[in-house]
């Protein structure tokens, strides 16, 4: 019933910028928190950065001045800016949204398919 699409990632040089978005669709009642994780190979999964629906903002302490979490609530759509890439930023960036639909007012984890961010020169 829901759906959520990332994209954006790609190469980009060590100092570079690339922006992340997340779009969800689907029969959609409300968005609640939309937040951003990344998996580097062999390592655990870990949360980057969260947005609520109404703006506020959490970050993993490291990435706090490089990166930067936004929503766009009319195109349902979630944004991760990201400045000053090193590649130990290099990982597989997933999107989370908690989301009710119109039949069910309980809100559940939807999860996207992941974009792979490589940061190399």
């Known amino acids: 019933q829901v759906q959520l699409v990332e994209s954006g990632g790609g190469l980009v040089q060590p100092g570079g910028s690339l922006t992340l978005s997340c779009t969800a669709s689907g029969n959609i009642r409300m968005i609640y928190g939309m937040t951003w994780y990344r998996q580097a190979p062999e390592k655990q999964r870990e949360l980057v950065a969260s947005?609520?629906?109404?703006?506020?903002?959490n970050y993993k302490d490291s990435l706090k001045g490089r990166f930067a979490i936004s929503r766009d609530n009319a195109k349902k759509t979630a944004y991760l800016q990201m400045n000053a890439l090193e590649p130990e930023d290099a990982a597989v960036y997933y999107c989370?949204?908690?989301?009710?639909?119109?039949?069910?007012?309980?809100?559940?984890?939807?999860w996207g398919q992941g974009t792979r961010v490589t940061v190399s020169s």
């Open positions: 989370r949204a908690q989301v009710s639909v119109v039949s069910d007012p309980v809100a559940y984890y939807y």
């Open positions: 947005i609520t629906n109404d703006g506020v903002t």
